[in-house]
T-cell receptor
């Protein structure tokens, strides 16, 4: 596989469930990102990892918990979510953390919280 | 925080028409990127412009970076239904920090 792969593509979960989103990149990139994309809102940066260390946490509620076990994998653990957390969650990677490298995005996970 | 405003937010046109969408800021960017996001997919990088006044062409798409590096435009000639999607601009500040994304222009090209 090439590029950035996200699983699952679609997820429906109850407010009391615990689930995880997975992202995998096969590009040899050193930085990985989680973004939230809601209808009629700009992309919201959630977390940034550079060389497996978290470098940015944009005031994200603690019900979202990221994990980066190595430079190729990124997870987003979800628990006790709210209906307003329903959105498209996008993972991206880049060669370095500087923005001028450009980002490669996955296809996203469409999350619905019921 | 550097803000990027994109206009129009929505655009619906017929196949074959030309269009221009804009990306504006009061801040200077060292470079600016354009992405297209098709329904059900993630954004895909189309182009990066670096020099003030730079013009880049990608088939029927023409990208221009403003002379002062505060704004950019994307012009599509003879739009096709396959051009339908969300067009996002993203800027890098002079410190080389992470990308700042605009709110996007949602384009629909009707057959």
């Amino acid at each position: 596989e090439t590029g950035v792969t996200q699983t699952p593509r679609h997820l429906v979960m109850g407010m009391t469930n615990k689930k995880s989103l997975k992202c995998e990149q096969h590009l040899g990139h050193n930085a990985m990102y989680w973004y939230k994309q809601s209808a009629k809102k700009p992309l919201e940066l959630m977390f940034v990892y550079s060389l497996e260390e978290r470098v940015e946490n944009n005031s994200v509620p603690s019900r979202f918990s990221p994990e980066c076990p190595n430079s190729s994998h990124l997870f987003l653990h979800l628990h006790t979510l709210q209906p307003e957390d329903s959105a498209l969650y996008l993972c991206a990677s880049s060669q370095g953390i500087q923005g001028n490298y450009g980002y490669t995005f996955g296809s996203g996970t469409r999350l619905t919280v019921v | 925080t550097q803000l990027l405003e994109q206009s129009p937010q929505f655009l619906s046109i017929q196949e074959g028409e030309n269009l221009t969408v804009y990306c504006n800021s009061s801040s200077v960017f060292s470079s600016l990127q354009w992405y297209r996001q098709e329904p059900g997919e993630g954004p895909v990088l189309l182009v990066t412009v670096v020099t003030g006044g730079e013009v880049k062409k990608l088939k029927r798409l023409t990208f221009q970076f403003g002379d002062a590096r505060k704004d950019s435009s994307l012009h599509i000639t003879a739009a096709q239904t396959g051009d339908t999607g969300l067009y996002l601009c993203a800027g890098v500040d002079n410190a080389g920090n992470m990308l700042t994304f605009g709110g996007g222009t949602r384009l629909m090209v009707k057959p």
